[in-house]
Nanobody, 122 residues
Framework: VQLQASGGGQVQAGGSLKLACATS????MGWFRQAPGKGREFVAG????????TYADSVKGRFTISRDNAKTTVYLQMDRLEPEDTAVYYC????????????????????WGQGTLVTVSS
């Protein structure tokens, strides 16, 4: 399974970016991020049917995860960006349906994309 993340860039605080992750096959897709000097952090997760997406508290209400009808691309719409959102963003997938309590664990996703850098300036 290959994942290709795109859409990163530089934006001012309060702005928006939309990330995309193209993949061939998944049952569950997640977005994670890693800020400079920090550990990996769960951002959002979604299953193939698009129901009940899950978000980290730090992005809830600002970020939206979605997928296209062909279920080959998963998006992360990021609004009202803050400098604290600066990080390399990674998409990750599993061919299994990951239960809700495990969505935030990186170990639930066997496949990872290469990452795309998001920089938010104040």
């Amino acid at each position: 399974v290959q994942l290709q993340a795109s859409g990163g860039g530089q934006v001012q605080a309060g702005g928006s970016l939309k990330l995309a992750c193209a993949t061939s096959d998944y049952a569950t897709m997640g977005w994670f991020r890693q800020a400079p000097g920090k550990g990996r952090e769960f951002v959002a997760g979604i299953r193939w049917n698009g129901y009940n997406p899950t978000y980290a508290d730090s992005v809830k209400g600002r970020f939206t995860i979605s997928r296209d009808n062909a279920k080959t691309t998963v998006y992360l719409q990021m609004d009202r960006l803050e400098p604290e959102d600066t990080a390399v963003y990674y998409c990750a997938s599993s061919r299994q349906r990951v239960i809700t309590s495990q969505l935030q664990r990186g170990e639930s996703y066997p496949y990872w994309g290469q990452g795309t850098l998001v920089t938010v300036s104040s």
